[in-house]
């Protein structure tokens, strides 16, 4: 499965690459340095430990439960080769279900088909097309199911692919005990490299330590577009949904694999706050992907348009995205709330730098807040310098995206929308500390 992955994504490279999208990357010449890295040194280490005790406990064998003299183990943990490091637990339960229902049901249909007749080969044939099709439709359109479905059609393939045979079989229960033994192996040697005191580029994170540093690129991501988008220096516009769409559902992806990681001491995952974080994220970038379609007057990509960056000039005057990206930071800085094992009640002292300011109200911050009066004070100085330079809407009934002061409406709009948003979230977050 994993070489599998890292052939798609290859080959998607060169697709793109081809069609004229997006150009490969150089290889660096500093290739040694990364491949000899600590972490890919972890990778290997761990694995190769992991596939060692799998020979050595199939050699040996144990009574007739495990038997002796047998790979299974060791080829299995082989193909579990991953260099995912999410939830272990939650790891190790998606192999289980994957390999252990893969035999079984391989083994269903071996029994049943699989008779040494014509007919039989042609059922044969037909199955395991329809069961790989099938289980790689999954893999590509279920995200959440990909890991299973991507063993279920490994395991049941190869259970399908035994010689024929006119006798009854008994159904063996070897490859699930094997299957059993070399997820267990895993487990213990994913959780050991989580919680030993190993070096920072040795130990490998957890989901939610990953879920934070996610979450602190999320808002680096939405700041590099505020500045882009309201920066009348810049005439072009940029698209980075897909990239700002794919770094958000990994984020959520680990926030839910976080939900399952064992914390023993550990206060419980802010499953709540992290959905909150993400809903907010996602809004403030719905609105951004409406001000650059806007920038460019309806054209996707397109440039800048002059109406445009007369606004934009207006609103960095009146420090509007200066202060957009001041709160965006204010939001990057406390995502450690993530990570903080003891909250902060409201009016006891932070451990951080961010106190709730005074003029915010209890609960989500109302139109009363001092962000919000600063917004309505700028939006109306706007206004004014837009009558004072004599723009004036043109003919009725044409497009916003051309009327000088309908734009300008739209744009406000969709700032003061986004400056709520962040305030209302930056409030949320500050009462969790």
């Known amino acids: ?34 491949e000899m890295s600590l972490g890919h040194l972890s990778f290997v280490m761990r694995n190769f430990l ?22 299974g183990i060791a080829c299995t943990l082989a193909i579990l080769l991953t260099s995912f490091t999410g939830s272990a637990v939650s790891k190790a339960m998606m192999r289980l279900q994957g390999v ?81 033994i070399a997820i267990s192996i895993g487990l213990i040697l994913d959780v050991g490299v989580t919680v030993l005191p190993l070096p920072d580029g040795m130990k490998v994170k957890s989901a939610s330590a990953q879920a934070i540093q996610n979450l602190t690129r999320l808002w680096e991501s939405l700041a590099e577009a505020v500045g882009s988008v309201l920066e009348p220096g810049d005439t072009a516009t940029r698209k980075h949904g897909l990239k700002f769409a794919k770094l958000l ?8 694999d976080a939900i399952q990681e064992v914390r023993c001491y550990r206060a419980p995952w802010k499953a709540d706050l992290m959905n909150d974080v993400a809903s907010a994220a996602s809004k403030v970038w719905a609105t951004l992907n409406m001000l650059e379609f806007t920038a460019s007057g309806g054209v996707e990509g397109g440039a800048k348009t002059d109406e445009f960056l ?25 995502m450690d709330v993530f990570s903080r094992d003891k909250s902060v009640m409201i009016g006891e002292k932070s451990a951080g730098p961010h106190q709730i300011e005074k003029g915010m109200v209890k609960g989500r911050m109302g139109p009363t807040s001092t962000m919000s009066k600063m917004s309505m004070e700028s939006t109306a100085l706007v206004l004014q310098d837009l009558e004072a330079a004599g723009v004036q809407a043109v ?36 009462r969790e500390r």
């Open 50 to 71: 992991a596939i060692q005790i799998g020979l050595a406990i199939g050699y040996h064998g144990y009574h007739y439960q495990v038997r002796a003299y047998d790979a």
């Open 100 to 180: 252990v229902l893969g035999n079984i049901f391989g083994q269903l249909m071996y029994s049943t088909l699989a008779w040494c007749n014509v007919g039989s080969y042609i059922a044969v044939g037909a199955v395991t097309f329809a069961w790989v099709v099938g289980t790689m439709i999954t893999y590509f359109q279920v995200p959440q199911a990909a890991s299973v479905a991507c063993l279920l059609a490994a395991y049941g393939v190869t259970q399908l692919g035994h010689q024929c045979s006119d006798e009854w079989g008994k159904p063996s229960m070897a490859m699930i005990i094997d299957t059993c």
């Open 310 to 334: 007369r606004v934009a000039r207006l609103l960095n005057r009146h420090d509007v995205p200066q202060r957009l990206l001041a709160e965006i930071a204010d939001i990057s800085n406390t």
């Open 395 to 430: 003919r009725e009934g044409a497009s916003c995206l051309t009327d000088p002061e309908c734009l300008a409406s739209a744009v406000l709009e969709g700032c003061l929308s986004i400056e709520q948003e962040l305030s209302s979230l930056h409030h949320r977050v500050l």
């Open 249 to 256: 559902q990994t984020t959520k992806d680990l926030g839910r």
């Open 1 to 34: 499965c994993a070489s599998s992955r890292t052939a798609t994504g290859t080959a998607d490279d060169f697709l793109r690459h081809f069609s004229g999208k997006q150009a490969l990357d150089p290889i660096p010449l500093h290739c040694l340095t990364v």
